[in-house]
């Protein structure tokens, strides 16, 4: 009976343990990573550090998988991801007709880090809220009906 409730107590003690060193190291919060759809601007430089890609086995959203591959790509060392890409793909099994796909560049600033927004990118919060891809997100891609003068309607001559 010691035995067992030996064992039961050095069970809990290390159980209790593990919890605690989780605690201790917080999780990164991929919120404000970054993604561009082509390259940041010369000015920032970088280092590419892997080929990222996040696909979802059925049907789905191309929003489902993006906060997976910030976090493949924090976990490879990058800062960002670069040449970002979602969309469907054909699968090859007939139930897995089209799936959604995301990839991208995962690189790691070698200069101080960008303002994501200022920089051209769109921060994964960004992408998750407006469900646009980096680039689109608060760009008008043309003019408000609002904003441009409708045209005076001509009237043919009177006869």
């Known amino acids: 009976m010691n035995k067992i ?3 039961c107590i050095l069970s809990l ?3 209790n ?3 605690a060193a989780e605690d201790v190291a917080p999780a990164s919060d991929p919120s404000n990573f970054c993604f561009f759809a082509s390259v940041p601007p010369a000015e920032f430089p970088y280092k590419v550090i ?4 996040v696909a979802k086995g059925t049907y789905g959203g191309v929003s489902e998988l993006v906060g997976e591959l910030a976090q493949r ?4 060392g990058g800062d960002a991801i670069i040449n ?3 969309s469907q793909r054909f699968g090859l099994l007939p139930w897995r007709l089209v799936r959604p796909v995301v990839r991208g560049e995962s690189i790691k600033w070698t200069g101080a880090a960008p303002d994501c927004e200022k920089a051209g990118g769109s921060t994964l919060t960004t992408i998750i809220s407006t469900n ?3 680039g689109q997100s608060g760009q008008a891609d043309a003019p ?3 904003e441009t003068p409708a045209p005076a309607p001509e009237t043919a001559p009177a006869k």
């Open 5 to 7: 409730s030996l064992c």
């Open 13 to 15: 003690a290390f159980l």
């Open 17 to 19: 343990t593990a919890s």
């Open 50 to 53: 892997k080929k990222v890609k």
């Open 73 to 76: 790509a924090k976990a490879e």
């Open 84 to 86: 970002y890409a979602g």
């Open 132 to 134: 646009k891809a980096p």
């Open 144 to 146: 408000d009906a609002s």
